[in-house]
Structures are given as structure tokens and as C-alpha cells.
């Protein structure tokens, strides 16, 4: 199988919109009270904040003309605090790759490729969230050589 890890287009819309949304789907059957069921998981306005920027991409990941993993990556600055070190910073805000491709080294390509663009961006650190229930994820970020930073916590108060 070749692989190309290449910048989305808008015609990779309507794929990259399927493969969060399967994510979305699986977050949603984890956490009902918290994610909610849609059929267009990115808003094209949000899609195209990401074109033609230096601080933001989408990449995705292309076998045989079929997009079958994305990354969407933005630049981001620590928050304003004195107590706080000032620095900048790359995010995934989402990585994605097709349940039918999953295991075959795509995540990990559009991963490096992630890194490498934090990198070239002279971004101090590569960071991301993740749910604790998604143990999948968090072992393939693991493999990867990410570390646990924080932990947001919660307690349920009403029905």
C-alpha cells in the first residue's frame, strides 16, 4: 500500500468530515451526556479556517485516490498567567484514521507528519486531548512517547 501524507483540499471535505465523525460516533456511545450525535462533525467554516495558514493544517492521509486518515493541527500560545511560562505550542485537535486502515502504521505517519510540521514551527511541545475511556488512544499515544500532562476531573451533581 503507498501511503501520501499530503495538505487537504476542499474536495477532502466531505472525507476528513466522515472519518471525525466516526470518532464522534464512538466518543458518543462513551460519553452520551457529552457528545452528541451529527452528521457534519466540522463546520465548513472551521474546515476552511484551517486553509492557507502557517499556524493551522489539515493533512491527510491518501492510498490509491481514497483519504483514509486525517490530522488537523493548529499553533497556540500558553495562556497569559505570571505564573505561567509564555510558550507555543502545536495541537491536534483531531486524528482520525479509517476503522477499515486502522493498524497498518497510518496513525503513526500522520503523527510524525504532525510532528514535523509542529516542528518546522519551532513549537516547544506537540500536545493533545484525550478521554479516558478511548484506552486505545491513549496506549497508541503512549507508543508514541507522550506523557499524561494533567487531568481534568468531574463529579456529576444533577441528573
Known sequence: MELKIRSAR??????????????????????PDRFARLDRVVAMGWYRSFSDQMSKAILVAETSGLVVGTAMLEMKKSQAYEALVPRTYAYINELAVSPDYQRQGIGTKLYQA??????????????????????????????????????????????
Not at 477532502?12 to 460519553?31: C, K, M, P, W
Open 10 to 31: 476542499l474536495e477532502d471535505y466531505e472525507a476528513v468530515n466522515a472519518l471525525i465523525r466516526t470518532g464522534q460516533e464512538e466518543h458518543a456511545d462513551a460519553l
Open 114 to 159: 504532525a510532528a514535523d510540521w509542529a516542528q518546522q514551527r519551532q513549537a516547544s511541545s506537540l500536545e493533545l486531548n484525550v478521554w479516558e475511556f478511548n484506552e486505545r488512544a491513549i496506549a497508541f499515544y503512549q507508543s508514541l512517547g507522550m506523557l499524561t500532562l494533567n487531568r481534568t476531573m468531574t463529579i456529576q451533581l444533577q441528573d
